[in-house]
């Protein structure tokens, strides 16, 4: 009888032990077929995370009492037309950290998401998806930065997020000027009340080696009236060093519901090049999503995005690509490029 008491017991107190921590596997897999034409020539094929970006995923956390948790996601992506990792130079692609969580906020150390591309689903109509994407145009200068530190908090509708990444170069250990080789620094501040959500983001690159500084301002949000939820951005980007820029990016855009398992998306997207005329370029987009249970989901989208004589954007990856994608056609300046796609989704 004793036994048994103690057994109970030791049961008990184990299960108090798990039910304070918890792992959980997660994932995504969206394919489906894609046309594309660059006014040259055009291409059919089968894309990976169309609507979402293929994946899988560990997340979990610990309560370490006093309100305080330790807190970790190591997110992998992958190219389900091929069942490849989505990239070759690292397994944990997408998001790698730890951190800790309080009343006070949230502290996380590792590979995160850059301010930009963590705060698109609030300013952009297509969610940075499908034939709508606005980093079509947008420069996000990439969606995640390594080695970052962010500081994150929110109460009573207002958020924001510190962030800082370490540029890891010898001799460079500056947070700013010259000897900055290779760091981050960004933040976004924003205001959520009922209908309403705005959110103000900025990002500081110091290139490696240092011979470049980019500077992101972004300032968007939307409105949902209930039967059309509205749509906007502004953003400036400025470039010093071995190659300047300075551009301007506007977006408008609109989602409406569609009984109660269907959203039309709308989506128009500018750019004007403040330092090479003739250099500007548009992209007019229209999508549809359609639930058919909480987890699985079917889409479809289509883009044309029109190029000035001395510019060359593409519908089918983003701006700041530093290379065309493999099965992605060549953007071609002064032509249009269009998109066509449609895929199933499903979460799990």
């Given at each position: 009888?004793?036994k048994?008491?103690?057994?109970?017991?030791?049961?008990?107190?184990?299960?108090?032990?798990?039910?304070?921590?918890?792992?959980?596997?997660?994932g995504?897999?969206?394919?489906?077929?894609?046309?594309?034409?660059?006014?040259?020539?055009?291409?059919?094929?089968?894309?990976?995370?169309?609507?979402?970006?293929?994946?899988w995923?560990?997340?979990?956390?610990?309560?370490?009492?006093?309100?305080?948790?330790?807190?970790?996601?190591l997110?992998?992506?992958?190219?389900l037309?091929?069942?490849?990792?989505?990239?070759?130079?690292?397994f944990?692609?997408?998001?790698?950290?730890v951190?800790?969580?309080?009343?006070?906020?949230t502290?996380?150390l590792?590979?995160?998401?850059?301010?930009?591309?963590a705060?698109?689903?609030?300013?952009?109509?297509?969610?940075?998806?499908?034939?709508?994407?606005s980093?079509?145009?947008?420069?996000?200068?990439?969606?995640?930065?390594?080695?970052?530190?962010?500081?994150?908090y929110?109460?009573?509708?207002?958020?924001?997020?510190?962030?800082?990444?370490?540029g890891e170069?010898?001799?460079?250990?500056?947070?700013?000027?010259?000897?900055?080789?290779?760091?981050?620094?960004?933040m976004?501040?924003?205001?959520?009340?009922?209908?309403?959500?705005?959110?103000?983001?900025h990002?500081?690159?110091h290139?490696?080696?240092y011979?470049?500084?980019?500077?992101?301002?972004l300032?968007?949000?939307?409105?949902?009236?209930?039967?059309?939820?509205?749509?906007?951005a502004?953003?400036?980007?400025?470039?010093?060093?071995a190659?300047?820029?300075?551009?301007?990016?506007?977006?408008?855009?609109?989602?409406?519901?569609?009984g109660?398992?269907?959203t039309?998306?709308?989506?128009?997207?500018r750019?004007?090049?403040?330092?090479?005329?003739?250099?500007?370029?548009?992209?007019?987009?229209?999508?549809y999503?359609?639930?058919?249970?909480?987890?699985?989901?079917?889409?479809?989208?289509?883009?044309?995005?029109?190029?000035?004589?001395?510019?060359?954007?593409?519908?089918?990856?983003?701006?700041?690509?530093?290379?065309?994608p493999?099965?992605?056609?060549?953007?071609?300046?002064?032509?249009?490029?269009?998109?066509?796609?449609?895929?199933?989704?499903h979460?799990f």
């Open positions: 009888m004793k048994s008491l103690i057994a109970l017991a030791v049961l008990a107190a184990s299960g108090a032990a798990m039910a304070q921590s918890s792992v959980t596997l997660y995504i897999a969206d394919v489906g077929f894609a046309h594309e034409n660059n006014g040259q020539t055009s291409v059919s094929r089968m894309d990976s995370g169309n609507l979402n970006g293929s994946r995923g560990l997340k979990g956390s610990e309560d370490l009492g006093g309100g305080l948790k330790a807190i970790f996601t997110e992998a992506g992958l190219n037309d091929t069942g490849a990792t989505s990239s070759t130079s690292s944990f692609n997408r998001q790698s950290f951190g800790v969580s309080s009343n006070f906020g502290v996380k590792g590979r995160q998401m850059n301010p930009v591309y705060t698109a689903s609030t300013w952009d109509s297509f969610g940075d998806a499908l034939a709508g994407d980093a079509h145009l947008f420069n996000y200068n990439g969606s995640r930065t390594d080695n970052m530190v962010s500081y994150n929110a109460s009573n509708g207002f958020y924001g997020e510190l962030q800082y990444g370490l170069v010898a001799g460079n250990n500056s947070i700013t000027g010259a000897n900055a080789a290779g760091r981050t620094a960004g976004f501040v924003g205001y959520k009340a009922g209908p309403f959500d705005v959110v103000l983001t990002q500081n690159i290139n490696n080696p011979n470049e500084a980019t500077k992101m301002t300032l968007g949000g939307n409105y949902d009236f209930g039967m059309v939820k509205l749509f906007a502004y953003a400036v980007e400025k470039s010093v060093g190659l300047p820029k300075d551009q301007k990016d506007a977006h408008l855009g609109l989602t409406a519901p569609v109660t398992a269907g039309v998306e709308l989506s128009y997207l750019k004007k090049d403040d330092l090479v005329s003739n250099a500007n370029a548009h992209q007019v987009a229209i999508g999503v359609h639930n058919l249970s909480k987890r699985t989901a079917l889409y479809t989208s289509y883009a044309q995005l029109n190029n000035d004589p001395k510019a060359a954007y593409s519908a089918a990856y983003g701006a700041d690509a530093t290379s065309v493999a099965g992605k056609l060549p953007a071609i300046a002064g032509n249009n490029d269009k998109v066509f796609d449609i895929g199933i989704r979460t």
